[in-house]
């Protein structure tokens, strides 16, 4: 099925630690990008790619390193993380002209 | 002011009732108008979206715009308990490297 996943589907980490969020997709987009989904601010780009070897900030990239090698990867990590990064991270691409977004299913982080 | 702004709800209804949902924007730069629908747990899955003012109906969905009054809808006929989930309204603009989102209105459709 095409689409987006992402790994892993939840995960508790420590203050301090860094961590790797995956994205892969098979729809042979261009552009990709990760935002962050918190209760009341709603969804929030963190970084986007337009195309491999390119990326891009958002609104909220402090704390957030992105590269994208290729079409189909692109991981978001966390240096070095604090309670403030608990959230729910989407990732989503999406095809060159085209209108809208399609998302994956999300990483529920929680940060201790 | 905020670029878009969405009554966060919740908003509950019965079988069958006729729900509208609703947003506002202020930049005048957006092109496409955007209905999200997210179930619980999961990603955000494009509805509909249009690009000019005035209806745009896909089953028992049907997408509203008005540009003059910067202020969008979604209309749900007949609504189902599967429709029970968080609508988000969202916005493009050429050139921008994002859309634009609302927070988000969570509706429950009780049977």
């Known amino acids: 099925i095409a689409g987006i996943t992402q790994a892993p589907t939840s995960q508790i980490l420590a203050a301090g630690r860094r961590m790797t969020l995956r994205c892969t997709q098979d729809m042979r987009h261009n552009a990709m990008y990760w935002y962050r989904q918190d209760l009341g601010l709603g969804l929030r780009l963190i970084h986007y790619?337009?195309?491999?070897?390119?990326?891009g900030k958002g609104e909220v990239p402090d704390g957030y390193s992105v590269s994208r090698a290729n079409t189909d990867d692109f991981p978001l990590t966390l240096a070095s993380a604090v309670p403030s990064q608990t959230s729910v991270y989407f990732c989503?691409?999406?095809?060159?002209?085209?209108?809208?977004?399609?998302f994956g299913s999300g990483t529920r982080l929680t940060v201790v | 002011q905020k670029e878009v702004e969405q009554d966060p709800g919740p908003l509950s209804v019965p079988e069958g009732a006729i729900v509208s949902l609703n947003c506002t924007y202020s930049?005048?730069?957006?092109?496409?108008f955007m209905w999200y629908r997210q179930y619980s747990r999961k990603g955000p899955e494009l509805l509909m979206y249009t690009y000019s003012s005035g209806n745009k109906e896909d089953g028992r969905f049907t997408a509203q715009v008005d540009k003059s009054s910067k202020y969008i809808s979604l209309f749900i006929r007949d609504s189902q308990p599967s429709d029970s989930a968080t609508y988000l309204c969202?916005?493009?603009?050429?050139?921008?490297?994002?859309?634009?989102f609302g927070t988000g209105t969570r509706l429950t459709v009780i049977p």
């Open positions: 969202a916005f493009d603009q050429t050139g921008a490297n994002n859309l634009f």
């Open positions: 930049n005048s730069a957006f092109q496409y």
């Open positions: 790619s337009n195309t491999a070897g390119t990326t």
């Open positions: 989503a691409s999406s095809p060159t002209g085209g209108v809208g977004y399609t």
